[in-house]
């Protein structure tokens, strides 16, 4: 297998939408598109609701096919995500792709021993025995920095503690050596001396093994602590992609302000906060107009007429927002 | 607050004295097998009126746990109570008078209103319980829910189910206040909200405080929100308080080593400055059977043999009005790092 | 808060109510094809029952002996007749009434009972829920038709016994129902809030739980009546329940079944009807068990 060119993304997705069906469908994804280089982290932030889960796990076609419908195109490295076959499918997922969740404890199988289920991981994508599966699941154990690997070896996990078992998912989520590791909020359950440590593992993991990560989390702290790109997402769309840099230096779309005044950090105390007023919107149909107008204090009348202008302000930094349209165009 | 509170005219002790007095407060969980979750162990507090008193510290703490004490919907093993000078549940001062007095909004705002039940007869039980008519309290009720920012002409007859989290969490504060309280104790209560609603809530907070006169205990595991709204701040460690003082003094230079991990645990929010080590390893231990000595003492950097073989009490360290329970804080523990005994004296 | 205690004007204006949670449940029940179905076969097995004086073609008693065991289709006997040459739709008619009876009313009463034991121990948890269930537990260890049978067998036959008897029977499993649900709203956070305003243990029980549990009750209740009816059968069957003539689907599937290889058809027509009720109620209780689930 020759190395891909660098130029070619590790993930690229084409004006993706997803519609679950049923007594009030839900257009939870409204075109989004967005790439990652291969070796790089991308935050995707927003709220419950936002889409961002939804367009996590298509990448690894989780979602129930009977009652979802699926626009657009997701490449991943090179593959067709939305065509492949059963097979292909299963080879993909967790050789190319895998992903760590919120609650270690769905994730990991309940019956069997840590050992025995990264082992088995690992034996479904490679033709290596029993045996030399088992030491390398020691050294991923050892690798996520487990203390005694081969005690937690044969544990169970409901004998682990929550930090050990967040590391032991993210063990058996590299058992296949993934080019792009998904996190869908793997830190938000965990206590904020934990959190960091994971943050910190995963961050090293990354650089270490090389890996496109996309990490999907509400929260901005934690986001910034581990993306090299953000993209923030409302209603479905992503509103702004940029650099962490630039989001946090200088955010554009007024959700994104609102969001990060929503932080708190370096809020005056006894000030009242900016929030944003009002709640997202339902999604029971495709957006026409800017989602976002109704709570934002600085709609105009064009953007409740017409889906507002992605604008590009320079290399990989969009913005969906007239404003950012009026500050492009010369005065 | 800084300024005066609104001094309500049930106060007995007058402005400047603690609201409610939690001494040696202590709830053990008697697990099968000898074994005793610790849950809450010999805590001491005050909240002042008219202050908001925040809570922080991760999961095994002790915080909620000490929320359901304070709220006597469990009842403590040890310790005692005094809310404006009057021991709870004594003679002067029933439990039925202190919960009118007392109040508690909770964190799921779903599982905290009885799904059966409109808005409206929601916010009216507590009272009706208390002896209001019906159609007083159904008034009351609607006047609420207009002060927590719901239109009662849309709202008021609505079933929980109908409304946002957000919305709801409003009526659980309206609820909290329909008895007229002069404490209310907010258990997580922004924490399921998502940020842009958070802030809305928080703002909701502190208008109430303002016009209703409150004192909030306000408990998360939010460091930038307690940060925010607090007066003065209790960080809690396995079921013990580690430290307490005023807020930014607390932030700006904490003294206990775990206030000190807790904060650096804290995200950095700066790309060019990220946090490169985590403070401490390992999980917050669960307190079973917890370690002698300080509690700390197995996680602290600093720890050394006197940590392990001696309870650090809560004392007044430094000038300012802060407490803090370690052994570098008292002259003469022992500890290496301890002021030295003639420089105190 | 002055100004909150004095109620102004002792009006309160008529809000728009808000469809509701019982409207809901009937708004899902109603797209649930099965259930409203099942629903219709019950209601009419009801007013067929009720109306029977009218409805059935003959007497149910009237015998012939020249006219015994005649097939399906014979003329003036739609539906056959049995071995005592009595009209099998008249019979089938009249003896909804009784099956129905001994279907609903043990499953009602033990509903009553089942869920005041079963709400107070759940509500008042401690030693007095381990003591009430563990009795409890004793009778629901016997399977539900040996212990029908073995107080009937005690108590002697008759409708009044066998009543008693299963009663009795349903009263343990919807104890269990009762007190896991109350265990379940006891612990939620707005019956922690409702002792916080400090209201007493009978106000938490009648305002906030009672609302919370009886429709799960109910709805499990409901799933018995099927059970009930057939166990009812079975003692009539067995000669412990109903006694002839009076017509009861139970017991004319018992005389009938010497009957089997005369006239299969007849001989099956009251285990039909039995099993066309019982389903119906089943399908019933699962429609409203799915439209009551639903928080939205």
């Not at chain 1, 097979?87 to 997922?93: K, M, T």
């Not at chain 3, 017509?247 to 079944?257: C, D, I, K, S, V």
Request: contains cysteine; neutral net charge; aromatic residues 6%.
């Amino acid at each position: 297998m020759t190395a891909p060119l660098v130029a070619q993304p590790l993930v690229a997705i084409e004006n993706l939408t997803v519609r679950f069906r049923g007594a009030q469908n839900v257009h939870a994804v409204n075109g989004v598109s967005l790439t990652l280089e291969p070796g790089k982290v991308l935050g995707i932030l927003g709220e419950s609701g936002s889409g961002k889960s939804v367009t996590l796990k298509t990448l690894l076609r989780l979602l129930p096919e009977s009652r979802t419908d699926i626009g657009g195109t997701v490449q991943v490295d090179g593959r067709d995500v939305l065509a492949l076959n059963p097979q292909d499918l299963s080879d993909y997922r967790g050789a190319v792709t895998s992903m760590i969740f919120q609650d270690p404890m769905l994730a990991l199988d309940p019956v069997y021993t840590i050992g025995e289920q990264i082992a088995e991981a690992i034996v479904r994508h490679e033709k290596i025995g029993r045996k030399a599966a088992m030491a390398r699941a020691l050294e991923l154990l050892e690798l996520v920095r487990i203390p005694s690997p081969e005690r937690r070896l044969k544990a169970y996990p409901h004998e682990m503690s929550g930090g050990m078992r967040q590391r032991a998912m993210i063990a058996l989520a590299l058992a296949a050596r993934p080019k792009l590791l998904l996190a869908d909020e793997p830190t938000t359950a965990l206590d904020a001396t934990v959190q960091i440590q994971i943050l910190l593992l995963l961050r090293q993991l990354q650089r270490d093994l090389g890996m496109g990560v996309i990490f999907v989390t509400h929260d901005i702290g934690v986001a910034v602590e581990i993306s090299d790109r953000l993209a923030v997402m409302y209603a479905g769309q992503i509103v702004e992609t940029g650099t962490v840099r630039e989001l946090l230096r200088d955010p554009q779309h007024p959700y994104t302000k609102g969001l990060l005044a929503a932080n708190l950090h370096g809020a005056r105390k006894g000030e009242r906060l900016e929030a944003i007023p009002g709640a997202p919107p339902a999604l029971n149909e495709p957006p026409a107009s800017c989602s976002f107008a109704p709570r934002c204090k600085h709609a105009q009348e064009r953007c409740r007429a017409a889906l507002p202008p992605v604008v590009t302000l320079g290399e990989g930094r969009l913005v969906r927002c007239v404003l950012a349209e009026d500050a492009l165009a010369p005065a | 607050m800084a300024e005066t509170p609104t001094l309500d005219e049930r106060d007995r002790g007058g402005a400047g004295t603690p609201l409610l007095e939690a001494r040696t407060l202590t709830k053990h969980f008697p697990l099968g097998g000898g074994a005793v979750v610790r849950a809450v162990d010999g805590v001491d507090f005050a909240v002042l009126k008219g202050e908001t008193l925040g809570v922080v510290g991760e999961s095994g703490c002790g915080k909620s746990t000490t929320a359901r004490v304070v709220m006597q919907l469990i009842a403590q093993d040890k310790g005692e109570m005094l809310f404006d000078g009057e021991i709870v549940g004594g003679l002067s001062l029933s439990l039925k008078e202190y919960r009118r007095q007392a109040q508690m909004v909770f964190q799921d705002s779903y599982a905290s209103l009885n799904p059966r039940l409109t808005i409206e007869d929601s916010i009216a039980f507590g009272p009706t319980v208390h002896g209001v008519s019906k159609q007083a309290a159904i008034l009351r009720a609607r006047d609420l829910l207009l002060r927590v920012g719901l239109d009662p002409a849309r709202f008021a007859a609505r079933y929980p189910h109908e409304l946002s989290g957000g919305q709801r969490q409003r009526v659980n504060i309206a609820r909290a206040l329909a008895l007229g309280p002069r404490l209310v104790i907010l258990d997580e209560a922004v924490s399921a909200l998502d940020k842009s609603v958070e802030a809305q809530v928080l703002n909701l907070l502190m208008d109430l405080r303002q016009e209703f006169g409150l004192t909030y205990i306000f408990i998360s595991h939010d460091l930038n929100v307690v940060r925010f709204i607090s007066d003065r701040v209790m960080v809690m460690y396995l079921g013990e308080v580690v430290e307490i003082g005023p807020v930014d003094e607390l932030y700006d230079d904490p003294r206990h080593p775990y206030t000190r991990a807790l904060l650096s645990a804290m995200p950095s929010m700066d790309p060019d400055n990220r946090t490169m080590e985590a403070p401490l390893a390992g999980d917050p231990p669960n307190p079973i059977n917890p370690p002698e000595g300080c509690r700390f003492h197995p996680r602290c950097p600093q720890a050394q043999t006197v940590c392990a073989k001696v309870k650090p009490v809560l004392a007044t360290a430094g000038e300012g009005a802060r407490q803090v329970a370690c052994h570098m804080e008292v002259a003469g523990s022992g500890h290496s790092r301890a002021p030295k005994l003639e420089e105190a004296a | 808060m002055t100004t909150l205690t004095e109620a102004a004007a002792p009006v309160v204006a008529p809000l728009a109510k808000s469809p509701g949670y019982w409207a809901g449940v009937f708004r899902r029940f109603k797209t649930d094809k099965v259930a409203v179905g099942a629903g219709i076969v019950v209601l009419l097995i009801i007013l067929m029952a009720i109306f029977a004086d009218y409805i059935a073609p003959a007497d149910p008693t009237r015998s012939s002996m020249l006219r015994r065991l005649r097939p399906i289709g014979t003329p003036g006997y739609p539906l056959g007749a049995d071995e005592l040459g009595r009209d099998m739709l008249s019979r089938l008619i009249f003896g909804a009434r009784l099956s129905l009876f001994m279907g609903v009313v043990p499953v009602f009463i033990a509903f009553v009972f089942g869920s005041l034991i079963g709400v107070a121990a759940g509500f008042f948890g401690g030693k007095f829920n381990t003591i009430t269930m563990r009795t409890v537990d004793v009778f629901y260890a016997f399977p539900s038709v040996l212990l029908a049978i073995a107080l009937s067998g005690a108590m002697g036959a008759g409708i009044a016994n066998s009543l008693l008897s299963l009663t009795i029977v349903f009263i343990p499993p919807i104890a269990r129902i009762a007190e896991s649900v109350t265990t379940q709203v006891r612990g939620m956070d707005y019956v922690e809030a409702a002792r916080a305003s400090g209201a007493g243990a009978g106000t938490i029980i009648r305002v906030h739980v009672l609302g919370n549990v009886l429709g799960p009750i109910f709805v499990y209740a409901t799933s018995l009546i099927s059970v009930s009816m057939i166990l009812a059968s079975g003692l009539s069957f067995l000669g412990l329940g109903t006694k002839p003539p009076t017509p009861e689907w139970g017991l004319m599937l018992n005389t009938l079944r010497t009957a089997i290889y005369v006239q299969p058809w007849v001989a099956a027509l009251p285990g039909a009807a039995i099993f066309i009720t019982s389903i119906s109620f089943n399908l019933l209780s699962d429609g409203l068990r799915s439209a009551m689930d639903v928080k939205g």
